[in-house]
């Protein structure tokens, strides 16, 4: 029996390097640490009734922040990883094996642990405050959009130490992610965890197109909505349609691997491109559905700092559709080389093209905003300044990589690497980072220190171009992707060095905002005002952090930049609008279904990862048990009493 349960160990656990070894302590120490200091406080039922129960769109939007910063450090450690390895010819810092479980790790957790956490987060935080809405459409569907995708999350990052992390690249193509290639639980791991986040996504997508459309305050039509929520629209848009591509296309591959299906093998009868043509259906929207809503924060921020109205309002909701629609035309451009025709590589290769012009459009614009404005420069401007260079480089490469014959020579090379981190980073990264200063004091209350921000922002932007310009040359030099290591007669070595110092300045840089967050939270003074950055949209007219029911009565709005002319008006001596009398507000009440459901859904995730039928089919009753149990549950909301608003108010404001 002891010989049994030492071979069920061996399997189950990652063993054998030092690594694996150093990261199970971290988490243990981790685990042990956290239970401690909610023992010792005596947190447990705050941390149930306040956080894990909660359906405020607030607290969701918090919980996605923080998810996605830890997930940017595993990530951020993973790519580090990689950097090291790749420093000097013939390195032997990483096995082949672990290395390619690094890359692909490193690729999921960056776009859809980090990235898509961070852009939900400012969803939840800034959407309903923009519209003048108490909360989202759907506050039940939210808090089990945030659950599925943490638990999911979970799930995948559990390879790393139980089973083995997939290792067939981040977009998982057969054969390399069938039975015959990968036989191991990681595979699965990479199915079921990215499976059951992509369910909270799309439910997210629904919950906010609906929000959207059907809670704006009053005398809000569309195009009076800000910048950033229309690109949280347009973004939606998006994910409703390429979000269900995803799900169909890794239930078809897990398909393959758990019933023998061969919808993706060849000498099964299955084709390999038709799940790579689906990947790609799903897999480049998904890199506009990311960006998107960071063209939405810089339009926010361009405005605010630079103290003028949007230059060119309808031009840039006209793009920000336009991109959402034809970003659904340029997928096979991922795989012009592998032999589709010259017809459908003209095809594609045009509207990549074409899609590139709504793309400058917007740059242009912003531009033209900042031109003879009052510009001021504090960190999310300076984030800002930061992108719009990097874009520029990273669209003129796209450019490139969008005409076929080109591509057949900059294809799988470090070329492409190069192009895609330039956008998601220069682009998506930068983007949300100047959206978290930005807003930051509306969600916590207080601004982040500006000195350590500003260091921060310098070692990112010297680190980014130190790490990511050689790799354009060593593209050029015929150095091809997914390799871990090289010979010294290749002459990559010294771009390589330098590239990997530039991943380091990134990872400096990041130690500076988590440096930056901590020194804020201890002593940066309280906002008062509610509106530190003299801003112009709705959230700036409350108090920060927001009340938990937003607004005490709801705004109406006559204009774009609605807050701003108000203050204009307030200025030039007229009388604030007159405010309706207070009345009980109705919200919804907290939920432990959710944070249940959500669970159910990983212990049966991590059933059909190792083929336990007696885990999976529990965990998909208790999923069907919570659908029930809800269905049936009518006690799901209460009123704020007025007198509870103004004590609120009072407090916040000092008069109601």
Request: net charge neutral; charged share 10%; hydrophobic share 50%.
């Amino acid at each position: 029996m002891w010989e049994n349960i030492k071979q069920f160990a061996s399997e189950f656990f990652v063993t054998g390097d030092p690594l694996i070894y150093g990261a199970d302590v971290s988490i243990a120490l981790a685990t042990i640490s956290i239970v401690f200091v909610l023992t010792y406080f005596k947190k447990w039922g705050w941390l149930w009734r306040e956080w894990l129960t909660t359906v405020d769109h607030k607290r969701i939007g918090i919980m996605y922040i923080i998810a996605s910063i830890l997930m940017l450090f595993r990530g951020g450690v993973d790519a580090l990883l990689m950097r090291t390895q790749l420093a000097l010819p013939n390195m032997e810092f990483l096995s082949p094996e672990h290395y390619n479980q690094i890359f692909t790790t490193h690729g999921v957790i960056m776009i859809l642990f980090m990235a898509m956490p961070l852009m939900f987060g400012l969803f939840n935080v800034v959407v309903p405050l923009q519209i003048g809405a108490r909360d989202v459409a759907f506050p039940f569907l939210n808090a089990l959009s945030f659950w599925l995708f943490f638990w999911g999350a979970m799930l995948f990052n559990m390879s790393f130490v139980i089973g083995g992390s997939p290792d067939a690249g981040w977009l998982a193509y057969p054969p390399l992610s069938g039975l015959s290639h990968s036989p191991g639980v990681g595979q699965n791991f990479y199915i079921w965890g990215i499976q059951i986040s992509g369910i909270g996504s799309l439910m997210t997508g629904i919950n906010f197109i609906v929000t959207i459309l059907k809670m704006r305050a009053p005398g809000m039509k569309l195009m009076k909505m800000p910048m950033f929520t229309w690109s949280v629209l347009s973004s939606c848009i998006a994910i409703i349609f390429a979000f269900p591509i995803l799900t169909v296309t890794l239930a078809l591959l897990f398909m393959d691997r758990f019933f023998g299906a061969h919808f993706f093998t060849l000498d099964g009868g299955g084709n390999p491109m038709m799940y790579i043509n689906l990947i790609w259906m799903w897999g480049h929207p998904e890199v506009y559905i990311v960006i998107l809503p960071a063209f939405g924060v810089f339009s926010e921020i361009v405005s605010t700092f630079a103290k003028k109205k949007l230059f060119g309002y309808k031009s840039m909701v006209f793009a920000m559709m336009t991109i959402s629609i034809l970003s659904f035309f340029t997928w096979l451009h991922h795989f012009f080389t592998m032999g589709s025709g010259a017809d459908v590589n003209a095809f594609f290769a045009l509207t990549t093209m074409a899609i590139a012009i709504p793309t400058g459009v917007k740059v242009f614009n912003w531009l033209f905003t900042m031109f003879r404005g009052r510009i001021s420069f504090q960190t999310p401007m300076l984030w800002t300044l930061g992108f719009i260079p990097c874009f520029i480089v990273g669209g003129m490469t796209g450019v490139l990589l969008s005409v076929a014959p080109a591509d057949f020579q900059f294809h799988n090379s470090y070329f492409l690497i190069a192009h895609f981190h330039q956008v998601l980073i220069g682009g998506v990264a930068f983007g949300y980072f100047a959206g978290l200063y930005y807003w930051w004091p509306k969600i916590f209350g207080f601004k982040l220190h500006e000195g350590l921000g500003k260091w921060a922002f310098w070692l990112w932007n010297i680190g980014f171009y130190v790490c990511f310009m050689p790799q354009y040359a060593l593209g050029l030099m015929g150095m091809t992707r997914r390799i871990n290591t090289y010979g010294w007669d290749t002459g990559w070595a010294p771009l390589n060095l330098v590239s990997t110092v530039g991943g380091f300045l990134m990872g400096i840089g990041f130690i500076f905002q988590v440096w930056q967050i901590a020194h804020s939270i201890k002593f940066m003074k309280r906002d008062t005002t509610g509106d530190p950055w003299d801003g112009r949209t709705l959230e700036w007219s409350i108090p920060s952090p927001a009340p938990l029911y937003n607004f005490a009565t709801t705004p109406q709005v006559e204009s774009q930049d609605e807050w701003w002319e108000e203050k204009r008006r307030r200025a030039a001596g007229e009388e604030p609008k007159r405010r309706p009398p207070l009345e009980p507000i109705h919200m919804p009440k907290n939920s432990a279904i959710p944070f249940i459901m959500s669970a159910c859904w990983f212990f049966a995730g991590f059933g059909f990862v190792f083929n336990w039928l007696w885990l999976a089919i529990p965990g998909l009753t208790g999923v069907a048990i919570c659908m029930l149990v809800h269905s049936f549950n009518y006690d799901n909301d209460y009123y704020i009493p007025v007198e509870e608003i103004r004590r609120t108010e009072a407090a916040a404001r000092g008069s109601v």
